[in-house]
């Protein structure tokens, strides 16, 4: 840091330092503090702070940030990264609303960054982090706004970005989309469109599992061996009733050594292929195979119950929906799945945070 830009910085600080009564930590001061080291006892003192007190500082910051140029940049990374951090915490402890607020705070900061940082390793892990942490609480159209600005900062080209709209898409898709079960002739109601807080139409009202496509298929032709991303894709084709298509993408993936989860969703959703083409031998063989990758997981086990009861298998059904309802075994996949990625949150914070120099 140059010596005029920390003149600069220690100028605009002293008035931030003096609006907040004595002996309380302002964020400049914890952000700071998380910048040095101390990022959980920082974080948890962040929490507390008051949203007016945050907000405002926040706005001087940004201010700061962006007359300070590249001098400033750690600062402002250590801010946006002890903010998101205070919302990830918040939003596990329930305050949804808190947790909100906070990454809005963050993005703030993003965007007061000196130009030759956007784009960049931090600012695309945060967007990346704060767009899945949003979808985990189930806010999608806020989720969706912060992936796209993500991905036009980083100027189109990132599988994982790409991905994760995708996800938000194919999440909204799915729920507009009746996707009706063999022994089932009921339709459920449509959900209506999603908005924005401000009540107008929201950019995932056209949400469509071909959009969703859209995005997988160019994650790949970014990263031609992103295995999350050809999963997903055998999904949305059977969304989209493209049986043979899903089950030629799925299938390598089912085969493969490698991680459990993602064979097992890859049996899971073959499984509900065959199913769908009447094949319920396969689909049982599909099902039985998921259930002994993550065994004691309910989806594959009622699944597999149900396909068993179609063969005219009773007792087979009965033991599988019986295992389905006992207690303890490891947490479902799909259960993550539906939730975007959160199990990757962990891991991307600490990324973010080894960032901040």
Do not use: C, K
């Amino acid at each position: 840091m140059s010596i005029g830009g920390l003149a600069l910085i220690l100028a605009m600080s002293a008035p931030l330092a003096a609006a907040q009564p004595a002996g309380e930590r302002t964020l400049a001061d914890l952000a700071r503090a998380y910048r040095n080291g101390s990022h959980e006892s920082a974080v948890i003192a962040a929490t507390l702070l008051q949203r007016e007190a945050v907000e405002s500082e926040v706005d001087r910051l940004a201010t700061l940030f962006a007359r300070s140029g590249l001098a400033g940049n750690a600062d402002r990374q250590a801010t946006v990264a002890l903010l998101t951090e205070a919302a990830l915490l918040d939003f596990e402890d329930g305050a949804n609303d808190r947790g909100r607020w906070e990454l809005q705070s963050a993005e703030r900061l993003v965007r007061a960054g000196p130009t030759a940082t956007r784009g960049g390793a931090f600012d695309r892990l945060f967007y990346l982090l704060a767009g899945t942490a949003l979808q985990w609480v189930g806010d999608l159209e806020p989720s969706h706004d912060m992936l796209e600005r993500g991905l036009r900062a980083a100027a189109g080209d990132d599988a994982e970005l790409e991905m994760a709209l995708g996800v938000v898409i194919e999440t909204v898709a799915a729920l507009r989309q009746y996707d009706p079960s063999p022994d089932s002739g009921r339709r459920r109601m449509q959900p209506g469109g999603y908005a924005t807080e401000t009540g107008g139409a929201g950019s995932l009202g056209v949400a469509t599992p071909t959009l969703a496509a859209e995005r997988y298929e160019r994650a790949l032709e970014l990263d031609p061996r992103f295995v999350e991303a050809r999963l997903r894709l055998g999904r949305v084709r059977v969304l989209q009733r493209r049986f043979d298509q899903a089950l030629r993408e799925l299938e390598p993936i089912a085969a493969q050594p490698g991680d459990p989860r993602l064979r097992y969703l890859a049996r899971l959703f073959q499984g509900r292929g065959l199913e769908a083409l009447a094949d319920f031998e396969g689909s049982a063989a599909a099902f039985r195979a998921a259930a002994e990758l993550v065994p004691r997981a309910q989806s594959a086990l009622v699944a597999l119950g149900r396909a068993l009861d179609r063969l005219g298998d009773p007792g087979g059904a009965q033991a599988a929906f019986e295992a389905a309802s006992g207690s303890g075994g490891p947490e479902d996949p799909w259960w993550d799945y539906l939730s975007g990625q959160p199990r990757r949150l962990a891991a991307w914070r600490d990324e973010l945070r080894s960032l901040v120099r």
